[in-house]
């Protein structure tokens, strides 16, 4: 069965300091891997994807997500953080084309950058 | 830019209500989806929708039902709310049959069942 774990409920940073939200997967298959961000009373906004290829993926609002397949992990990045990207985050896969529509997301984490 | 909106943002009802949540895409999008997002839990799947008058349980459809009936709306019915129902429902779309698209998500509707 597919499912998506992001250890951590929070993740605290200072302003200018590079961030790292973390997120495994487990999934049979080839892994379709995405990022979202929910700004306060928002809901979902998308990030950036993995579908194949290169394994640092660029996205929106600067972050990037690296792919690691051995250690079937898809941690988002950003080098310099801004109070601004504090925010609630979560990371989603979904199988290939045997796992039909459904999306698996992660409980989310919670992002709090202090100026 | 795609939109999708929902009916209320914010809804209160009783125990044993007929609740209905609207969902409306203006970018012609084939796959609609409804979640419930709570607290620890992330987004959970109640039902999905590839086509006008088709829909696919997702992870938790129990106490719920949808409907299609036009392309660009997407209802969730909550035949008779429960207290365990309280929750924030996100709609969602995505266009065609592609697996590596992006959803797109409505503001939400926080719901609570008294």
């Known amino acids: 069965a597919q499912s998506v774990a992001q250890p951590e409920d929070q993740v605290n940073v200072a302003e200018g300091n590079p961030l790292t939200v973390k997120c495994t997967y487990s999934v049979s298959g080839n892994p379709y891997l995405f990022w979202y961000v929910q700004y306060p009373n928002r809901g979902l906004q998308f990030l950036l994807k993995y579908i194949t290829g290169d394994n640092l993926v660029k996205g929106s609002y600067g972050f990037e997500a690296e792919f690691n397949k051995s250690q079937t992990s898809f941690h988002l990045k950003k080098p310099s953080a801004l109070v601004s990207d504090s925010a609630l985050y979560f990371c989603a896969v979904r199988r290939d084309h045997t796992g039909g529509f459904k999306t698996i997301f992660g409980a989310g984490t919670r992002l709090f950058v202090k100026a | 830019d795609v939109k999708v909106t929902q009916s209320s943002r914010y809804l209160v009802k009783r125990t044993g209500e007929k609740v209905f949540l609207e969902c409306v895409q203006d970018?012609?999008?084939?796959?609609m989806f409804w979640y419930r997002q709570d607290p620890g839990l992330g987004l959970r799947l109640i039902y999905f929708?590839?086509?006008?008058?088709?829909?696919e349980k997702g992870d938790i459809p129990e106490g719920y039902s949808v409907s299609r009936e036009k392309k660009e709306r997407f209802s969730l019915i909550l035949e008779s709310a429960s207290t365990n129902q309280t929750s924030m429902y996100l709609c969602a779309s995505s266009p065609g049959l592609a697996l590596d698209n992006e959803q797109f998500f409505g503001p939400g509707t926080r719901l609570t069942v008294l």
């Open positions: 970018m012609d999008h084939e796959n």
């Open positions: 929708s590839y086509d006008v008058k088709m829909k």
